[in-house]
């Protein structure tokens, strides 16, 4: 690797034959003047190496102090630096040596600097208090020898060299450092990135299987449950009719029995009527038929609506369903867990069919329900259910009289597994598979919310989920 040597130097006395010195030492036409000093004091051997190649000094005077700033300022504009400067001790009437090194290092802090003295105007101890700087600093005593004049320029510069290209170095080692860790850092960014949609993935599989188990129990009851109740159908029909026969028989008998006159026979039925309390049976028969006939439609209907929201017999693929069907199914099946807890007020609007995976938007129904129970606590509050279509979208919502949501926490309710309900009465994830279903339907989920006075979730749906760009899910109602 080439590496350029900055010989530049900088001379700082008052006295033009210093200058004329050092320019008799420092710039001597020859590789490196030095190794002909020591050539001359100490012999050339035929095994010594070649003279040194590197590149003569440079060396700029000046005669004060402030010269000597505004030629430091002025290479380090032009972006050639002096590596050291000379600087005599003093030089009236400007400023001596100290307070000009000072200057100096005020501008370019990396010089390398030697202190020329014949006088001791400052002790050692007062210039490295003022000067603070015992790694740049050097002293030549007056009347200096050019050996040493030529060594120290040399050592020096190559010093200042050596410095600069460490510090580069250390710059190109920050700067990689950096880099590896912005690497590192996004890295670790995917990783948990990718962990989190691994657990919303594992969550909404665990919910699959949720519903594929309720899918089954759904098939188990209507297998177990709907040929007895075929059975039970078909004899109450009979039964039915069987009753109405006897009925009509009564009342010949009833008919024929005002033209018997009166006899024993006639007091034994009479009392008979009275025991058996005939006309109530009469009046309560109807009513209990009746009764036990909208019993059983209802337990058919619960297996059916068991049924239709879990779709255990429809395809896991997308097809065209009734919203409000799936939101009554889903009702029904809730039935119980409302009973008593809230009151269910509906305001449906006209809807159209929607493209959609009907068991899963009736997981979004039965969590929002869920939510909006557990956010009213024991208290029994109103949850009102609201369906509008606009434009190629739906829109349901469902409103609760509950507790509402802090400002604070209501961007983080969508999140996998956070959860504002103690440990152990929720897992976190039922917004969270809400939202990536309603995503995955190319839809949106919206909360509006205030502290005491309940909340609003909006799930927007495209009619055509296949037809809107992903881009485009902020569109709609």
């Not at 036409?29 to 003279?51: I, N």
């Not at 580069?168 to 990135?193: D, F, G, K, P, W």
């Not at 665990?206 to 177990?224: D, F, P, R, T």
């Not at 609506?305 to 896991?316: A, E, I, N, R, T």
Request: hydrophobic share 45%; with cysteine.
């Amino acid at each position: 690797m080439n590496v350029e040597h900055n010989r530049r130097i900088l001379l700082v006395d008052d006295m033009p034959a210093i200058h004329e010195d050092f320019r008799k030492i420092l710039l001597m036409p020859a590789a490196c003047g030095l190794d002909q000093m020591e050539a001359a004091l100490f012999g050339s051997s035929a095994e010594q190496p070649a003279p040194s190649t590197l590149p003569g000094f440079m060396l700029d005077s000046a005669y004060q102090g402030q010269e000597a700033v505004a030629m430091v300022c002025a290479s380090l504009e032009a972006k050639l630096p002096y590596a050291m400067a000379f600087v005599d001790m003093r030089m009236p009437p400007g400023w001596d040596g100290v307070e000009t090194i000072e200057r100096i290092w005020q501008k370019d802090p990396e010089l390398q600097v030697v202190i020329c003295t014949a006088y001791a105007d400052h002790s050692w101890a007062e210039v490295l208090q003022r000067l603070a700087a015992r790694d740049r600093l050097l002293v030549l005593k007056k009347p200096f020898d050019p050996i040493e004049v030529s060594q120290l320029a040399s050592t020096l510069t190559a010093k200042w060299d050596t410095t600069r290209q460490a510090v580069s170095q250390l710059h190109r080692l920050e700067e990689a450092v950096l880099e590896r860790t912005a690497e590192i850092i996004e890295a670790n960014r995917l990783l948990q990135q990718e962990m989190a949609e691994r657990k919303h993935l594992q969550s909404q599989l665990v919910q699959s299987e949720k519903l594929a188990s309720i899918g089954q129990l759904a098939a188990g009851v209507a297998h177990e449950i709907n040929n007895p109740i075929g059975f039970v159908l078909s004899n109450f029909g009979a039964l039915e009719r069987y009753v109405n026969s006897l009925f009509e028989m009564l009342a010949a008998y009833e008919a024929a029995e005002k033209g018997m006159g009166a006899s024993d026979a006639t007091a034994a039925l009479e009392g008979l009527r009275d025991r058996l309390e005939l006309q109530y049976l009469k009046e309560d028969m109807p009513v209990l038929m009746r009764e036990s006939k909208e019993g059983i439609a209802r337990v058919c209907r619960i297996v059916r609506d068991l049924k239709d929201f879990s779709h255990v017999d429809w395809p896991q693929e997308w097809v065209w369903a009734d919203l409000h069907h799936g939101i009554d199914s889903t009702l029904n099946v809730a039935a119980s867990e409302i009973r008593g807890r809230a009151q269910i007020d509906k305001a449906y609007g006209s809807l159209p069919e929607i493209e959609c995976l009907p068991a899963q938007l009736n997981q979004v129904v039965l969590n929002l329900l869920t939510n909006a129970l557990h956010a009213m606590e024991s208290r029994c509050g109103k949850i009102i259910i609201r369906t509008g279509a606009a434009d190629g979208w739906v829109w349901f919502e469902v409103e609760d009289e509950g507790t509402g949501i802090a400002p604070d926490i209501v961007n983080r309710i969508f999140d996998p597994f956070f959860t504002t309900k103690p440990i152990g009465q929720g897992t976190g994830l039922g917004l969270s598979l809400s939202y990536g279903i309603v995503q995955k339907h190319r839809g949106r989920i919206e909360v509006r919310s205030a502290l005491g006075q309940g909340s609003i979730f909006r799930v927007v749906l495209p009619v055509r989920p296949s037809s809107v760009q992903t881009q485009a899910v902020s569109a709609g109602p």
